[in-house]
Structure formats: C-alpha cells, structure tokens
C-alpha cells in the first residue's frame, strides 16, 4: 500500500494498491466503521486481482480520492477473499482506512 500514511488525504490523490506477498486472490474492497469485513453498498471494488508466486511487477490497483472535503469519515476497505489457509482474509487483519 502507498503511501503508507493515510491521513490527510486531499480530492485527487490517488492512493496505490500494490498487490503483493501471499499469492492467490485478492480485492480493495470499500466496507464501514460498522461491517468492516461487508461490501458496502455502492462502494468501490477492485475485483479480484490475482497475485502470482513470485512478480518483479506485482499488480497495481489506483483509487483516486473524490470530494475529499465533504467526508468527514474514514474510508474504510478490506479483501473480501474468504478463502486460503488463514481463512477469510478480511478476519485475518487485511483491512485498513484512508483518513
């Protein structure tokens, strides 16, 4: 994820999800402080994005920031993959906030 600091995040920033490590499928997902782990209706979705093995150029996902100045909550994501060893990912700590 870059940049790694979120806050004070400005419309048209574009905030850089880079998919790498653990291989298999992966999303960027837009949930809330209140389902944190649920797609939030009419929120953004990367889809699946597939993370192979090993990548000298891991996939890229850009989210541009809009009308930064009328949110006054975080935007909250998460991967809604429910598969994999360590189970669904999102219970597994792959969620985050853009402040």
């Known amino acids: 994820f870059d940049p790694p600091n979120t806050e004070g995040v400005a419309t048209g920033d574009i905030m850089q999800f880079i998919f790498s490590g653990a ?9 809330s402080f ?37 949110r006054t909550l975080a935007i909250y994501f998460y991967c809604k993959q429910t598969a994999g060893p360590v189970g669904p990912h999102c219970l597994a700590g792959m969620v985050g906030a853009i402040n």
């Open 23 to 31: 291989p298999g499928n992966h999303t960027v997902s837009q949930a």
């Open 34 to 70: 209140d389902a944190p782990c649920v797609q939030m209706a009419g929120g953004f979705d990367s889809g699946y994005v597939f993370v192979p093995q090993a990548s000298d150029t891991p996939p890229i996902w850009n989210l541009t920031v809009t009308n930064a100045s009328a």
